[in-house]
């Protein structure tokens, strides 16, 4: 790392900075956004700094690395509003230009008051108070990037061997699932405001860390004796959270259904499918028009009872896989772009059907008082029940994939994603095994579509926009492509932690945009990677550090 | 007994004409070789036998069957497996979930396991780094992966595309001993070559392709005494 990345990166955070600048964030949030900022910073020096691969730096120039890329991103940001405040100051309305961009951003920014700022008091004694923050988050950063190398380095000579770190590592889910339980007992103040947000958060700490531990398992055994517990920990979860928790981690598990699906078509087979919606809404109609009461589908038909939630889903199930296929057909002599370009197409398509097609859906009324399950003459149609379901689907789609990944088929499928005439020649059939990754992958998202128009009671076309493809493909690619738990770890990240703040939700694409950036500069694999995926992509690094460690 | 027969073929890259009225048999327990110089035409040969390519005129017979209404894939089953030009190994796969690839169609547990012995008896190194990333591999590690998984479809006739390509002079050397041990134990080979001098060796016939059309056919001692072949291709004046 020399001094020239080192302004690249304190570059790089300007921007993402300035993006969220431009945003509105620090109108909308007040003078918290400097806290923000500053802990954004601390971050992205700790990634810039981590991930060049040298550790031979020593623990100065790590520092200095991290205080220029924060006097960097500081000065950068210092200028900006200097000219705006001036702007500001001589009445120029930049808000006509810069949406955002009022007096009170300036304000939150440099610690005055609106009104001063329109007087032209001076905002430099803010702005030196910003660089100088912002330098200190970098060096922090920087230092804490020491503790991070020497860390992994720990890791990888020690951690396999020395007990202690790895129940530490091991036990951390258990402390968090005690955490949780705590905020349940009477009397016991954790100091939330909100405490069934700070429980959900525990939670989602709860199944990461417990992610992290399953995959720091060093046997299968092991690995298997941690997947058990986990599970049995999360079926009594909704036992002792709320109504609200119990409703976003039921969303939170249909879109890990739908996550793991697109990872076979995506992940596994490496065909770009960008209108994955299509076949979720395919199943959430289908289920929806063959058993609402006043389905506009079938409603002449006076035989007809409709259809219950298990009937439903097989029809939604074959519905979806239908739709694969029929998808797949088209596209299977496509490749790349071209695919992803028919694909959005298809997802576009399918929701203008159910727009425009309104004798058959009921158009933009949607379809309305879709039944819920019932199992034993319980209704489940609340959070607790969907929640239950969801995760039973999920655990379901899991073992299936698992199941198909580590057949031949899986194997085909890999061999498809590196060199399709090769593996035409290896005497794979590309028609059949590209039309079962589109299939299989089409009917988990069917199923997840039953599912929802069970919990969302009334279903419209605006549910099934390009924005779910986009969210689903988001979090594969943040938790890790080809990896059961990195759907886990993506869906809750993308679709739970925008669901509890519910202030940042506006701001929940450009979150996107910003950590996909990020993941890709940094991290390609994605958080919880298949180790296959991971190996592909570290290749180099491998090889570079088995060398060394043969000398 | 003329295992593979290849008649009067044509076949197209859109307009451009790549093999013009091609014709060559192979005859089972066969070496053949087809010889040629860059763009003759020589890989378009082996991906019409192979099915990638459909000709638009002529027929491919292979064991005494016309080829014509197979895909790819059902060729493969037919019995016919190959080397691709530029070896073609799945580089981010393991060396055993490539050659477990090459045995895709099969489904005899047993068959498959004794093949996986053979290939790792025929090479050892591929044995050693069987959980390797292919892609890590070296050259000529990656051209034995490449047979081994060509191996592993257990084909009566195996089409090989310049196995000698980007190698240095003693691995060559030993690739064109393998053909030969290969061939030794029964499979057919149809070898693509640039390099006419050893082609020519390990062969029992060759055909020389000029511009998509077969100039030169006769048994290898010939080939090798030929002026024009020895002028073109052998590099002796
Ligand atoms: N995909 C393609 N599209 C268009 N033309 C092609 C294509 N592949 C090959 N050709 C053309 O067909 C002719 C024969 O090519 P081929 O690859 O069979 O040559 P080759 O004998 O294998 O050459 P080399 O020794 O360089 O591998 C060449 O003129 C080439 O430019
Ligand atoms: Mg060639």
């Known amino acids: ?551 | 007994m003329a295992l593979l027969v290849v008649k009067d073929v044509h076949t197209y890259y859109g307009k451009i004409h790549a093999l013009k009225g091609l014709s060559l048999t192979v005859d089972e327990g066969e070496i053949v070789t087809l010889i040629g110089a860059n763009g003759a035409g020589k890989t378009t040969t082996l991906r019409t036998i192979s099915g990638v390519l459909k000709p638009r005129d002529g027929s491919v017979e292979f064991d005494n069957e016309d080829l014509a209404s197979f895909r790819a894939h059902e060729i493969v089953y037919k019995g016919v497996s190959m080397v691709p030009e530029g070896r073609g190994i799945f580089s981010r796969l393991t060396v055993f979930e490539n050659l477990d690839l090459g045995a895709y169609h099969r489904d005899d547990d047993d068959g498959i396991k004794q093949d996986f012995e053979k290939v790792y008896s025929l090479f050892p190194r591929l044995y050693e780094r069987r959980k390797q990333v292919a892609g890590t591999l070296s050259g000529g590690e990656q051209q034995m992966l490449a047979t081994g998984r060509a191996l592993m479809a257990r084909p009566r006739l195996m089409l090989m595309d310049e196995p000698s390509m980007g190698l240095a002079p003693i691995l060559v050397e030993s690739i064109f001993d393998t053909i030969h041990e290969i061939n030794q134990e029964g499979t057919t080979i149809l070898l693509v070559e640039q390099n006419a001098h050893m082609a020519l060796q390990v062969a029992h016939r060759g055909y020389v392709l000029q511009t998509g059309e077969i100039v030169l056919h006769d048994s290898a001692e010939s080939l090798r005494e030929n002026e024009m072949v020895k002028k073109a291709y052998l590099g002796m004046e």
């Open chain 1, 1 to 551: 790392m020399n001094i020239r990345d080192s302004i690249r990166s304190g570059l790089i955070t300007f921007g993402l900075i300035l993006f969220l600048n431009l945003l509105g964030l620090p109108r909308t949030f007040g003078s918290p956004t400097i806290i923000l900022f500053t802990v954004i910073v601390g971050l992205l020096t700790l990634l810039f700094l981590r991930d060049r691969h040298d550790r031979k730096y020593d623990l100065p120039s790590s520092l200095l690395n991290g205080a220029i890329i924060g006097i960097v991103a500081g000065l950068m940001l210092s200028l900006v509003t200097f000219i705006f405040a001036r702007m500001q100051a001589d009445g120029i309305q930049v808000k006509n230009v810069f949406a955002q961009i009022f007096p009170e951003h300036t304000a939150a920014l440099t610690g005055i008051s609106a009104d001063d700022v329109i007087a032209g008091v001076s905002v430099l004694p803010g702005l030196i108070k910003l660089t100088g923050l912002f330098m200190i988050a970098g060096i922090l950063g920087g230092g804490a990037t020491r503790l991070f190398t020497e860390r992994t380095q720990a890791y990888r000579t020690q951690l396999a061997t020395s007990s202690a770190a790895r129940w530490l590592v091991l036990g951390l889910p258990f402390l968090f699932y005690a955490l949780f339980l705590s905020l349940k007992i009477e009397g016991v103040d954790i100091g939330g405001s909100d405490e069934n947000i700070l429980g959900l958060i525990f939670i989602f700490i709860f199944i990461a860390s417990a992610l992290f531990a399953i995959r720091g398992a060093n046997s299968g055994r092991e690995r298997i004796v941690y997947s058990i517990g986990l599970i049995i920990l999360i079926l009594i979860l909704p036992q002792l959270t709320d109504l609200f928790q119990n409703a976003i981690l039921g969303a939170v598990a249909i879109f890990i259904v739908m996550g793991i699906g697109l990872n076979i078509v995506v992940g596994y087979a490496g065909l770009l499918d960008l209108g994955y919606v299509a076949f979720f809404g395919i199943g959430a109609y289908s289920y929806a028009l063959l058993s609402a009461p006043k389905s506009y589908f079938l409603v002449n038909l006076p035989w007809f009872g409709g259809l219950t939630f298990w009937t439903g889903l097989p029809v939604a199930l074959l519905m979806g896989v239908a739709a694969g296929v029929l998808l797949g057909i088209p596209v299977l002599r496509m490749r790349g772009d071209y695919l992803a370009i028919v694909t959005l197409g298809f997802g576009e398509i399918i929701r203008l059907l159910m727009l425009n097609l309104r004798d058959y859906t009921g158009g933009p009324g949607g379809v309305l008082n879709v039944p819920s399950p019932i199992v034993f003459g319980a209704d489940l149609g609340n959070p607790k029940g969907i929640l239950y379901l969801a995760m039973l689907f999920a655990i379901v789609v899991a073992f299936l994939t698992t199941r198909l990944r580590d057949s031949r088929l899986g194997r085909a499928w890999l061999a498809l994603r590196e060199d399709e005439d090769v593996a035409q020649a290896m005497g794979i059939n590309l028609v059949s095994i590209k039309l079962m990754a589109f299939a299989s992958g089409a009917g988990f998202a069917a199923v997840a579509g039953a599912l929802y128009a069970a919990r969302q009671v009334n279903i419209f076309p605006d549910n099934f926009t390009l924005l779910v493809s986009i969210d689903v493909l988001s979090l594969i690619i943040i938790g890790g492509m080809g990896s059961i738990e990195g759907a886990v770890l993506g869906s809750l990240a993308l679709i739970g932690l925008p669901e509890i703040l519910r202030s940042v939700n506006e701001y929940r694409i450009v979150a996107y945009g910003a950590l996909l950036i990020i993941m890709m500069i940094l991290r390609p694999e994605g958080l919880l990677p298949s180790a296959r995926r991971q190996r592909e992509l570290h290749s180099e690094d491998e090889t570079v550090e088995s060398a060394s460690a043969a000398d």
